[in-house]
């Protein structure tokens, strides 16, 4: 049984910042390609970064570029996401996932949510103007 439990949600001030963090059990952690995603009401679930099973690669939506950093620490089968000069359409619940599928290339990591596999509970991220 594959767990993810997210950590390091709230709220904040515009301009802030956080560091979500998500533990994973159940599986070989460093073997998978992790994922952040965020959701709010009548919204799509989107993308917001994710990391390749290497740790090597890492992309981010636009909305979030050079504002969000998402890292990996194998030791800790924890997948981290900072988040910098937040602003109020942030707010959102985030969840982290992995992909449990095994990519030729360990540096690949795939951008659609309907291939992560197992997905934690989600933290509220809440940013005020």
């Known amino acids: 049984q594959v767990q993810l439990v997210e950590s390091g949600g709230g709220s904040v001030q515009a301009g802030g910042s956080l560091r979500l963090a998500c533990v994973v059990s159940?599986?070989?952690?460093?073997?998978?390609?992790m994922g952040w995603f965020r959701q709010t009401p009548g919204k799509e679930r989107e993308l917001v970064a994710a990391?390749?099973?290497?740790?090597?690669?890492?992309g981010d939506a636009n909305s979030v570029k050079g504002r969000s950093a998402i890292s990996r620490d194998n030791a800790k089968d924890t997948v981290y996401l900072q988040m910098n000069s937040l602003k109020p359409e942030d707010t959102a619940v985030y969840y982290c996932?992995?992909?449990?599928?095994?990519?030729?290339?360990?540096?690949?990591?795939?951008?659609?949510?309907?291939?992560?596999?197992?997905w934690g509970q989600g933290t509220q991220v809440t940013v005020s103007s």
């Open positions: 159940g599986r070989t952690f460093r073997s998978y390609t």
């Open positions: 990391i390749s099973r290497s740790g090597g690669t890492t």
């Open positions: 996932a992995v992909d449990v599928r095994q990519y030729p290339i360990s540096s690949y990591y795939s951008t659609l949510g309907t291939r992560y596999d197992y």
